[in-house]
């Protein structure tokens, strides 16, 4: 791991993406491919499945070191992560000459921690701790408990391999997408020169992602170049028509298969070898317009969902796109063809599997009107796709926008803070805020963004010098600042103690022009959420 | 009890059997001062006592009028009803730990202080006493200093990292301390390097080396021609500095920061350094432990708005360490800006 040890070290240092490019691929050149696959798998965001728990790796720190939970606790909180916790609180180990390689860690070692009891584990990790020095201690640590977080996105990973590789990179994404599984020479197949048949087999297509449309649409020229939907609101999957089967992918290039057995069994009636691109959403017969997406989201988590959840939340496929048909990769077609076919292809099997309607306007203005309908039709506004572009990998400008409405606001209070992680750590920068239920402020909202590094700092001192009581790392403080929140819906909530769900809060300004008084009710968020 | 020597009011730490403050927020009739910081050293007091191995800093800080003081380390005098004598505490040049002996018992309050060597100053002595109030800004066991050789072969390393990639290196620290500190480590590894240095590190360096102190040759940026190209030179830097409009002549820069709050990653990451090099001016927590150990005092005050955790791992190990706080009111004090 030593080498690996050395690549972590590269890319924390640099904020440059070009550099933590250049050295994630002069990794891949001069690592085992055995390692070099395990790295791109973690650097991409991939993780094991966890052998050792929180509590274990704290309970094997307080045992190495003698001391007390709370101070533990105490560090952990000024640190943010646990694994780097560790790290610095032990004294620094003693690597000798044995360096074990990255990919006996991930395939052997770590995954060896789950055939052991509590006391095992506990044991086997101050063993291994002892025997590293302290930038490895980090790093198995990090490797066992999660994300490596060290400013790679998947993207980048995906430009370093294909950098290393000397091969395009959309081929590379398209060859890393879905469930890669990490191994020398799974990683060496990555650098094979391109073959006709590359997109047969099971893994998904690379999304093609839209980007927010910031400026007016009248700077996209032609109002009839572009394409107009609704942009809808639920959980956007392909749909793979491959072999005898059908498989679901999410956004998230995770496997769905199973949680909608409506969509599987009507796209199992179309013909072999085709793709689709669209969004699931919860939708009653005979309504104009889906569920609310709570009503989704029940379906998300329901791996085989029972009689009743079906009947309260079918849902369907609003296809938008045609990716492959009759085995043929269609994605380098213009997307006015693409429809068309997806159309003739879907045609005979609503509702489960509908064409996405487009929006017909004449010029910009109409259009703008239109878009005004986006809340009551359930949408969260337009999306505008050039009718002659490809479909493209990942999230290019230029060819899709989304047109989202103007959020909801609310005016609320600060009324509880937490420390966050990673690069806020040690700073409070978890809120919790409240408004209005007569004369107590009920929670209604978390939000974890929106703020400058400087407002934060300002805040952080504040709330340290104005905290009224602690409740673990949670603190709750005077209520004196109001914050302007944005979020895209409300709905009615039996789990939330305010009886109201905001979704995606996130911070908008800091009101230091008013007052606590001046902050919204509960009343009217009700009144919101059941209009 | 304890009050009749420390006694923290609004204007600052008093010691009333003495009738003097040590480092007073407010101006008073008698300051002790224990070393020139900015949030230690402050204008406006009648009169100050000062180490006379901080004398040209306690000047540059405290202005040519004041009227100064300066006793040497360990040289005894009287103040109303006390003795009280200065001694090294390894914080910066001339820092001291101001020892009080008064009413029967005596009492040494650190400043701030380390226990690591550093060129640029005497070291920390330990002073027995009954009461030690010691600082805290570090007082958690995630901060263990490496030794100073190890940090200056990883700065030598990115100084060289930049001279092949023909980038400046911009390192932001602290003008008063722990600049020199870097610089007189540096002259030891790379003695005909020259460091170029911002406005606001000028005077000081000068007044290190007016001390006798040997550093790394330096030049102010101003000196250099406008537009000169400094791809592998070394700037250095106040922290303050960072994201100015003065950084626009080092656009390509990488960046650096010498500082014990680099310790921790997630620290680093937020400041938006590349780099982040574990420099501390003050103890860390073995360091903390120790000198309250060395102190052999019955009783321990903390100083610092973080103490807690130092306070209650005393405790559990038998110490009877309480906050300063306790004896008084004690004005609101931030985390030193300066000298961390």
Redesign the interface.
Known sequence: MRRFARLFDAL????STAAKRDAMARYFDEAPAADAAWAAYVLGGGKLKRTASSTELRLALAAE?G??D??ID??YE????LA??VA??LPEGDEGDADVPLHVWMEARLPSLSRLDGAGRIELLREWWRALPRDQVFLANKLLTGALRVGVSHRLLVQAVAQWSNLPTDLIAHRMSGDWRPGATAFTALAAPERADEHAGERPYPFFLASPLEALPDTLGEVGDWLAEWKWDGIRAQVMRRGDGVLVWSRGEERLDGRFPEIEQAAAALPPGCVLDGEVLAWTANEDHPQLFAALQKRIGKLKPGPKLLADAPVRLMAYDLLEQGGEDLRERPLAERRQRLAALVDGHAPTLMLSPSIDAVDWPGLTAVRGESRTRRTEGLMLKRLDSPYRVGRKRGDWWKWKVDPYTLDAVLIYAQPG???????FTDYTFGVWDGDTLVPVAKAYSGLD?KEIDRLD?WI??HTRERFGPVRSVEAVHVFELAFEAIQVSGRHKSGVAVRFPRILRWRTDKAIHDADTLDALRRLASG | MDGDLLHPRPEGLYCPAGDFFIDPMQPVARAVVTHAHGDHARSGSALYHVADAGLGLMRERLGAGSVLHAHAYGERFVLGDTTVSLHPSGHVLGAAQVRIEGCGKVAVVSGDYKRDPDPTCAPFEPVPCDIFGTESTFG?????WPPMSQVIDELVGWLDDCRTRGVPAVLFCYALGKAQRVLAELVRREPDRVVHLHGAMVRLVEAYREAGVTLSPTVPVSDSAKGRDFAGELIMAPPSAAGSPWMRRFAKA?TGFASGWM?????R??R?Y??GFVVSDHADWPGLLQSVTDSQARRVYVTH?DG??LI??LR?HGVDARPLRSLGTMP?L?TSEEGD
């Open positions: 924390d240092r640099t904020t070191t001391y007390a709370w101070l105490d560090c000024q640190v943010g992560d780097e916790t610095l609180m992680h990673g690069r806020r750590s040690g700073l590094d001192r340290r010098a | 958690l066991p995630i901060y263990r990488s310790q921790v990653r997630g620290a990451r937020r938006g590349d780099r708005g807690e955790a209650r791992h559990d609101d931030r």
